[in-house]
């Protein structure tokens, strides 16, 4: 927004210079981005933020400089004489869409003559970067810069069956703008139409045909609000810009519509020698009411964290064009003029006051000190459990949470309830809360199998959503999908485990998910008496090619089992014993189990258990498997003697023996 230093001067009085004035402006948040001397005046170019579309207009920014200085605005001239001649014996207007035009004002001006404007005009106009025409259209142009709102003239002679109608465009009309751009119109336009064809585009520009030019001796004025939003899309959609599309997209005021047209009409007559209509068209859709906001003062010191007395307050109020209502010891209630729309809470009268009053002016507290806030215990599990991942070459996804009710993202691995129903679905077909972030992961699998990428190794941290009593069980998972095979995979989940601190042992047991997992490719995961998770490969339904292993965990547990706290020891000074044992044992043994029991034995200088292998073949009997194991023997005061491990290796293969039938296996 540029404005003319000389020209503000006219409305508020003030002895700032330029820069001053600039320096001033932008303290209260008008920032002032270049001063320029033009001729024997200086052009300011101010950064109107969008939501003061008040401040488009040289007497906005001179409220805003009354406010700063302490002084009041002088307003422009608008009275003027009228001919006898009604404007509804000229011309019929009707507004069809009150929604997108709340009001409509036409005045008809007589008799004028199309010459160039004063020369003190065009010097104004030349200062903002406006090209002078002539007096009718700069006329129009100055108002709108003066005032902020747009102004439009019809050569009244050129309208068709001297009608105007504000109504939606028709299918097939078109129009050719001022700037000479034609454009097929589209029924959600509003445009200005006479007659017959459209002659204006609603809030952005007029028709060529209607023009003002030399030979026009009678116009029609109009001035107008219009929904900001139809004419964004409109402009946008037909390509066509100008300052008056840029001052209706932000909002105008409803109450300023006639005062503009008024102003416009008197320079006309002045400038034109015109004859002005005594009646005058003013078509209203509604009432607006004024807002009311009550500022508290004592929410006012809180907040600035100083005390403005009373008085100060008021004067800043009312020196930006509030209208004080009531106001005592405690509160200040006032009513909001319609050109701030900006302005409906009571933080916002207290902004309006701190920025008047000057931020410059409000102490700052170097006491404050800034303290980091410590992660919990959930946000520290999961920040390493990403760590751990992404250490490993995993890639974290991110997935939906509302999915589609397609059979896969049934599946519900932690209840055997249904999935919550969305009442309000943005989308028909994703009406549901996922029970397993597995699908997503899948769905992600399959995505870069169609897009050229086969291996992957991805997580995914989130919430799945169970079916409760009244509101969703909310679940905190880890899930896993990567192309390997189920025992690395079960390394994978191990390690982390172990990275967690989670010292328990895991028992794998057997599990049945024919539409996940491969049938006896599956495992539940144990921790005591707690349901860690479920783990397996892919199962063919889902065809991703390539072999892959899933895995979900319970991430609440993992959180209430981790353990980060470090306890050291010193590195044992005397030599391991380590003996490789192969047992015989039935089919559905498991090695969870096995391991189970050699640790249930107790053995004091048992250090730790490796699994080795699993065999079958001629020397095994059927039904039977051979499965290989290491056990490590190490005492922390002694080297342990050959009868003592004997012995040791003795209880262990008693007690398999005795709980599954394990036989040792002879070479």
């Known amino acids: 927004m540029k404005i003319s230093y000389n020209w503000l001067k006219e409305y508020v009085s003030f002895l700032l210079t330029p820069q001053e004035l600039a320096d001033q402006l932008t303290g209260a ?13 200086f052009c300011l170019d101010i950064e109107v933020t969008s939501n003061r579309p008040d401040c488009l207009g040289v007497i906005g920014i001179a409220r805003e400089v009354a406010a700063i200085v302490g002084e009041s605005v002088r307003f422009p001239e608008t009275n003027f004489i009228t001919t006898d001649n009604g404007i509804s014996q000229a011309v019929a207007v009707s507004v069809e869409d009150p929604i997108f035009c709340p009001r409509y004002t036409a005045r008809v001006i007589y008799h004028l003559t199309v010459k160039p404007s004063p020369e003190w005009m065009q010097k104004r106009l030349r200062c903002i970067g406006l090209r002078p025409v002539n007096n009718i259209v700069d006329i129009t142009n100055y108002v709108m810069m003066e005032t902020g709102q747009p102004l439009h003239a019809f050569d009244l002679d050129k309208i068709a069956e001297q009608k105007i109608l504000v109504r939606k465009a028709r299918i097939g009309e078109e129009i050719v703008a001022l700037n000479g751009a034609r454009r097929a119109l589209f029924p959600d336009m509003l445009v200005i139409a006479d007659g017959k064809k459209p002659v204006a585009i609603a809030g952005i520009m007029g028709g060529k045909e209607t023009e003002v030019s030399e030979t026009t001796r009678n116009i029609l004025l109009e001035s107008a ?84 007395k009373r008085d100060v307050t008021l004067d800043i109020l009312k020196n930006l064009s509030f209208k004080i209502l009531h106001d005592d010891d405690n509160f200040i209630e006032v009513e909001v003029p319609g050109f701030r729309s900006d302005v409906y809470r009571e933080i916002d009268l207290i902004e309006e006051v701190a920025r008047i009053y000057g931020y410059d002016r409000i102490p700052v507290k170097t006491s404050i000190s800034v303290r980091g806030n ?12 990403l ?43 994703e009406s549901r809360l996922r029970v397993s972030l597995l699908p997503g992961l899948i769905n992600v699998k399959r995505y870069n199998l169609n897009h050229g990428t086969e291996q992957v190794k991805i997580f995914e941290i989130a919430k799945v959503y169970l079916a409760g009593s009244k509101l969703p069980q909310e679940k905190n998972c880890l899930s896993l999908l990567t192309d390997t095979d189920f025992l690395t995979l079960k390394g994978v989940i191990e390690s982390l485990l172990r990275n967690l601190g989670i010292v328990l042992p895991c028992e794998w047991l057997s599990f049945s998910e024919s539409r996940l997992f491969r049938d006896g490719r599956a495992a539940r995961i144990q921790i005591g008496n707690d349901l860690l998770g479920f783990i397996g490969e892919a199962g063919p339904e889902l065809e991703l090619k390539t072999a892959s292993c899933l895995a979900e965990m319970d991430l609440d547990l993992l959180v209430e089992r981790s353990n980060f706290i470090k306890r050291y020891q010193d ?17 559905e043994v498991t090695w969870s189990s096995i391991e189970k029991y050699i640790i249930d034995t107790k053995v004091g200088f048992l250090k730790e258990i490796k699994f080795l292998d699993i065999y079958r073949g001629k020397q095994v009997p059927a039904g039977k498997k051979s499965i290989a194991f290491n056990l490590c023997f190490q005492a922390r005061d002694r080297t342990l003697k050959g009868e003592e491990v004997d012995n040791a290796q003795q209880t262990i293969i008693n007690a398999l023996n005795r709980a599954l039938g394990a036989e040792l296996r002879r070479a």
């Open 374 to 385: 410590r992660k919990n215990t959930y946000e520290f599990v999961a920040a390493n459990v």
């Open 29 to 41: 948040g008008l920032v002032v981005a270049d001063v320029k001397p033009v001729e024997d005046d």
């Open 225 to 308: 609000q219009f929904e900001p939003g139809q004419v964004r899309r409109t402009s946008r959609s037909l390509g066509i810009a100008s300052d008056s599309s840029y001052r209706f997209e932000r909002g105008t005021d409803y109450e300023s519509v006639d005062f503009a047209s008024q102003r416009a009409a008197r320079l006309i007559k002045d400038c034109s020698g015109g004859e002005i209509a005594s009646v005058a068209f003013d078509i209203k859709s509604e009432r607006h009411e004024a807002k009311k906001i009550t500022l508290r003062l004592k929410r006012l010191h809180a907040i600035l964290g100083l005390e403005i």
């Open 387 to 429: 760590q751990f991942l992404m250490g490993l070459g995993f890639y974290e996804v991110k997935t939906f949470s509302i999915v589609d009710t397609s059979p896969l993202q049934t599946v519900n691995l932690w209840s055997d309830r249904e999935n919550v129903e969305i009442v309000n679905p943005l989308r028909q077909e």
């Open 571 to 587: 590195i044992p000074q005397y030599p391991a014993v380590f003996r490789d044992l192969a047992i015989l044992v039935n089919e």
